[in-house]
C-alpha cells in the first residue's frame, strides 16, 4: 500500500536477522540453535518478499515456498537426528555431546 | 488518510511484536516458550507479508512455518524432556567467548552500516504495492522457476527418506 | 494467462537419469527379501556413467536452458563430468564400509546419488534460487549419510554438527540471495546480477548487490570450510562414515567452488568502470584474507593432528586456500578466461582424485584405518597395495613432481604469478613446504616403522578387499600418477571431452 514499508521491512528483516546470528552464538542448545536459524530464514524471506514486492516481481511468494520447503525439510531432518541423539546419550550415558575431540 | 494511519499503527505493532519475540528467542533458555515466541514472530511477519499485498505468502507463512514447522519443533521437545534437551556442541563452545564478541561486533556493526546506508541512499520514491493472482505466481513457478521447484521434489524426498533411516529403531 | 512450458531437451537429461536411478534403487529395494549391496552399487555406477555419457555425447558446450537458469559452459559442463568421475570412485570406495558397516546399502546409494545431484545441478546453475536449493539438497544428503551408521553416537555427533552449521550457512546464504535478487531489481538470474553491477541504475541496488556478495560469500565460506568458518570440518570428518567424508572433502569442495566462481562472475573486471573495479577490488581484498588464513591455519593445524581423517580434513582447508587463489586469478582480466578455466580444472580433478585415494584407503583399512596415524605403521608390510596407493595420494596431495597434485599446483600458481598475486602464491609454496611433513609422516610410519601390538587392529580388518573397493583405489592411483608423468593426458582430455 504504501512505500515507506518496504525499508521498514529492509529494516525489520535485518534486525530479525540480527537476532538470529546472536542467537546462534549464544545459545548451547543445540534446538534453540536451530530456533534462532528459523528467525535468520524468516528475516531472508521478509526481505524476499519486500524486495518483490518493491519491483512488481509476480514470482516471489513462489520463491519464499522454496526457502520454507528447505526450512521445513532440514527441520525434518534436523529434529530426527536430534532424538537420535539424544535416544543414544540417554542409553550411552553420555552427558555431552562430545566425543569428538573439538 | 485514516486507512494508511491506521495500517501504520498496525504495522508497527507487527514490527514490534516480531521483534520482541525475536529476541525472546534468541536469548531465552526456555525452550518452550522460545517455540511460542518463535510462533509470534511468524505471525507477525505474515501480517506485515498482508500489509505488503502478499497473501499468499501470508498464507503459506501460517500454513507451513508456524502450522508445520512449529509443531514439529514442540512435539520433539515434548519428546524429549524440556530439562535434557541441552545438547551441546563441544567445539562451538569451547570458542565461544572470542567468537560472541567478534560475532556481535560484527553483526551489530552490520547492521547499523547496512541501516544507515538504507536510511541516506534510499529517496522516497513513487510506486505502488501489487498484488499477484496465485495463477501469476504458479505459472512463473513452473516456466521460469521449473529446475529449483522440481529439485523441491527431490529436496523433499530425500528429507522424507533420512528422517525415517535416522529416527527408526533397528 | 498463457503458460509457456519448456521444452522437453537433452539438458535435462544428467538430473533426470540420476534422479531415476536413485528413486529406482529404493523402490527395487523394497521388492527385495536379502540386502543386495553389490547391486545397488552396480545400479549407482550405472547412472552416474549414464549420465556422464549424456553430458558428453549431448550435451555441447555452451549449452544453456531455462531461459538461463542453467548454462553448460566451459567450467561447468566439465564440472559436472568431474563430479559424475568422482562419483563414480566414491560408490565404489564405499564398497567396503556399506558392507563392513551394516549401513542400509539401497537408501545409501541413492542418498549419495542424490547429493552427486545435487552437486551436478550446482555447478550448472545460473540462478539463484536453483543455486540455493541444490547446496541445501547436498548438506541434507551429506547430513543423513553422516548419521547413517547405527548405534554410533560419533556419527550422529558428526550429523548434528554438520546440520547445525549447515544450517546457520544456509540462513546467511538466503538473506544474501534476497539482497542480489533485489539488486537485480526483482530477478535472481545471474545475467541479471551482472547487469546491476555492470549497469547500476541507482545507488540503492549497488548497495544491495554489494551486500548481497558479502552475505552470500559467507554462506559459502562455510561450505568451502575456508578458516575462520571452518571450526566443524574435522568434527565431521572424523565422525561421518569415510566415503561421506570423501563426498565432503572433494566432491563438494569441487562443485562450491565452480558454483563461487559463476555467482562472483559478474565481478570479473571487463573494463575500469570506477563503480565495479571499486566493487572487485574490496571483494578480492575479501578473498584474499580467506586463502592467506585458510593456508597459513590450515596447514598449521593439520602439524598436531592425531587422527588421520581430522589431519586430511585440515588439509583440505589448507587445498580450499589454493582455490581460493584460482578465483582470485578469475576476477582479474589479465589473464585469459579459457586459462583460469583450464588451470582450475586441472587442480580440481587432481584433487578430487587423490583425495578419493587418500579416503579410500582409509575406508579399507577398517576403523583402525580411520582413526590414529599411529596405526599405519608397518602397512608397507602388511598391505603393500594400500601402502602403495596411500603414498601415491599423500605425495600427489603434497605436491611432489610426477604427480596429478604437483601439475594442478603448478598451473594454478603459474597463473597467479600471472595475475600478480605473488605474495599469495608464496605464502601457499610456503604452506605446501610445510604439509610435506605431516603428509611424508604417514609415508615414513608406513614403510619405516614396525608395527606395534596396538595397530593390530588394523588387521582384524583383513578379509581380501571388495572387486569394486580395488577397482576404485587402482583408477585414482593410476590416473594420479598418469596425470602426473603425462599432463598432455589431463589437457587432451579436458579438450575432447
Redesign the interface.
Same mark, same amino acid.
Given at each position: 500500500m504504501d512505500p515507506v514499508f518496504f525499508p521498514a521491512n529492509l529494516l525489520l528483516s535485518l534486525a530479525i536477522f540480527s537476532l538470529g546470528v546472536m542467537g546462534v552464538l549464544w545459545h548451547r542448545n543445540a534446538l534453540s540453535v536451530f530456533m534462532s536459524i528459523e528467525l535468520m530464514l524468516n528475516a531472508g524471506n521478509l526481505a524476499l518478499i519486500s524486495f518483490a514486492q518493491r519491483f512488481g516481481d509476480s514470482a516471489g511468494a513462489g520463491l519464499v515456498l522454496f526457502v520454507m520447503t528447505v526450512a521445513a525439510a532440514e527441520a525434518g531432518v534436523g529434529l530426527a537426528i536430534f532424538i537420535r541423539l539424544y535416544r543414544q546419550r540417554s542409553t550411552v550415558e553420555l552427558d555431552k555431546a562430545d566425543e569428538l575431540q573439538g | 488518510m485514516k486507512l494508511i494511519s491506521l495500517q501504520y499503527a498496525f504495522y508497527a505493532f507487527l514490527a514490534t511484536m516480531a521483534i520482541l519475540s525475536a529476541a525472546y528467542v534468541a536469548f531465552s533458555r526456555k525452550t518452550v516458550y522460545a517455540v511460542l515466541a518463535l510462533v509470534v514472530t511468524m505471525l507477525s511477519l505474515a501480517g506485515i507479508f498482508l500489509l505488503i499485498q502478499s497473501p499468499f505468502a501470508a498464507l503459506i507463512q501460517v500454513f507451513v512455518y508456524a502450522g508445520a514447522i512449529l509443531v514439529l519443533f514442540l512435539y520433539v521437545i515434548m519428546l524429549l524432556n524440556p530439562r535434557q534437551t541441552d545438547v551441546t556442541i563441544r567445539s562451538m563452545v569451547e570458542h565461544r567467548g572470542p567468537m560472541l564478541v567478534v560475532a556481535g561486533v560484527l553483526t551489530a556493526s552490520f547492521f547499523f552500516l547496512t541501516a544507515k546506508w538504507l536510511i541516506t541512499v534510499y529517496g522516497a520514491d513513487e510506486f505502488q504495492f501489487k498484488e499477484f493472482s496465485l495463477i501469476e505466481v504458479a505459472s512463473r513457478l513452473l516456466s521460469d522457476y521449473l529446475l529449483p521447484f522440481e529439485l523441491t521434489s527431490i529436496l523433499l524426498l530425500m528429507a522424507i527418506i533420512g528422517a525415517v533411516l535416522i529416527a527408526k529403531r533397528n | 494467462?498463457t503458460?509457456?512450458? /519448456?521444452t522437453i531437451e537433452w539438458t535435462w537429461a544428467p538430473l533426470v537419469l540420476l534422479?531415476l536411478t536413485a !528413486?529406482g534403487i529404493?523402490m527395487a529395494d523394497l521388492f527385495m527379501r536379502a540386502p543386495r549391496p553389490a547391486l545397488w552399487m552396480q545400479l549407482g555406477l550405472l547412472g552416474l556413467l549414464a549420465a556422464g555419457t549424456a553430458v558428453v555425447l549431448k550435451i555441447p558446450d555452451g549449452v544453456s536452458a531455462?531461459?538461463q537458469?542453467?548454462r553448460y559452459d566451459g567450467l561447468g559442463r566439465l564440472g559436472v563430468l568431474v563430479i559424475l568421475a568422482g562419483g563414480c570412485l566414491i560408490v565404489l570406495i564405499s564398497h567396503r564400509p556399506v558392507r563392513r558397516d551394516e549401513l /542400509?546399502a539401497a537408501?545409501y546409494f541413492?542418498?549419495l546419488l542424490?547429493v552427486v545431484?545435487?552437486l551436478a %545441478?550446482l555447478s550448472i546453475?545460473f540462478?539463484l534460487? =536453483?543455486i540455493?536449493?541444490?547446496v541445501?539438497?547436498v548438506?541434507? #544428503?551429506v547430513?543423513?549419510l553422516a +548419521?547413517?551408521r547405527? #548405534?554410533d %553416537?560419533?556419527g550422529?555427533?558428526? =550429523?548434528?554438527?554438520y @546440520? !547445525?552449521l549447515a544450517?546457520?550457512s544456509? #540462513?546467511?546464504l !538466503?538473506?544474501g540471495? =534476497? @539482497?542480489l535478487? +533485489?539488486g537485480a531489481?526483482?530477478? %535472481?538470474l545471474l545475467g541479471r546480477i551482472a547487469l546491476a553491477v555492470h549497469r547500476p541504475s %541507482? /545507488?540503492?541496488t549497488v548497495?544491495?548487490v554489494l =551486500?548481497g556478495f558479502a552475505l552470500a560469500l559467507t554462506g559459502f565460506a562455510f561450505k568451502l570450510t575456508l578458516v575462520p568458518f571452518h571450526?566443524?570440518a574435522a568434527?565431521v570428518f572424523?565422525?561421518a562414515p569415510t566415503p561421506v567424508a570423501a563426498v565432503l572433502a572433494a566432491l563438494s569442495k569441487a562443485a562450491g567452488l565452480i558454483a563461487l566462481i559463476h555467482l562472483l562472475s559478474p565481478l570479473r573486471i571487463v573494463s575500469n568502470e570506477t563503480m565495479q573495479s571499486a566493487l572487485t577490488q574490496d571483494f578480492t581484498g575479501l578473498l584474499w584474507i580467506f586463502a592467506a588464513l585458510s593456508i597459513v591455519v590450515g596447514n598449521a593445524v593439520a602439524l598436531v593432528q592425531r587422527r588421520i581423517k581430522r589431519m586430511l580434513a585440515y588439509s583440505t582447508i589448507a587445498h580450499s586456500g589454493y582455490l581460493l587463489i584460482g578465483v582470485l586469478v578469475f576476477l582479474d582480466n589479465t589473464v585469459r578466461m579459457a586459462e583460469v578455466e583450464t588451470a582450475i580444472l586441472v587442480y580440481l580433478i587432481a584433487y578430487v582424485l587423490m583425495n578419493v585415494g587418500a579416503f579410500g584407503v582409509a575406508a579399507a583399512l577398517g576403523p583402525a584405518g580411520e582413526g590414529e596415524i599411529e596405526h599405519y605403521a608397518g602397512l608397507a608390510r602388511r598391505s603393500p597395495a594400500l601402502a602403495l596407493a596411500m603414498t601415491v595420494a599423500l605425495l600427489s596431495l603434497t605436491g611432489i613432481p610426477a604427480t596429478a597434485g604437483f601439475v594442478g599446483k603448478l598451473t594454478l600458481f603459474a597463473r597467479a604469478v600471472e595475475a600478480g598475486h605473488i605474495a599469495l602464491v608464496v605464502l601457499a609454496v610456503l604452506g605446501s613446504a610445510v604439509s610435506a611433513y605431516y603428509y611424508l609422516r604417514i609415508v615414513v610410519y608406513m614403510y619405516m616403522r614396525e608395527s606395534s601390538t596396538e595397530t593390530v587392529g588394523a588387521d582384524t580388518d583383513a578379509a581380501p578387499l571388495e572387486l569394486g573397493h580395488k577397482i576404485g583405489l587402482i583408477l585414482s592411483t593410476a590416473a594420479t600418477v598418469l596425470f602426473g608423468v603425462f599432463p598432455q593426458t589431463l589437457l587432451f582430455l579436458l579438450k575432447i571431452l
Open positions: - | - | 494467462m503458460v509457456s512450458w /519448456p534422479a !528413486v529404493v531455462f531461459n537458469a542453467v /542400509p537408501e541413492a542418498l542424490l545431484l545435487g %545441478t546453475s540462478e534460487m =536453483a540455493f536449493l541444490s541445501e539438497m548438506s541434507v #544428503g547430513y543423513i +548419521g547413517l547405527r #548405534g %553416537t560419533r550422529s555427533e558428526a =550429523a548434528m554438527k @546440520f !547445525v544450517a546457520f544456509a #540462513g546467511f !538466503v538473506l540471495f =534476497a @539482497f535478487y +533485489g531489481e526483482g530477478s %535472481t %541507482t /545507488p540503492f548497495g544491495c =551486500a571450526l566443524y568434527d572424523d565422525g
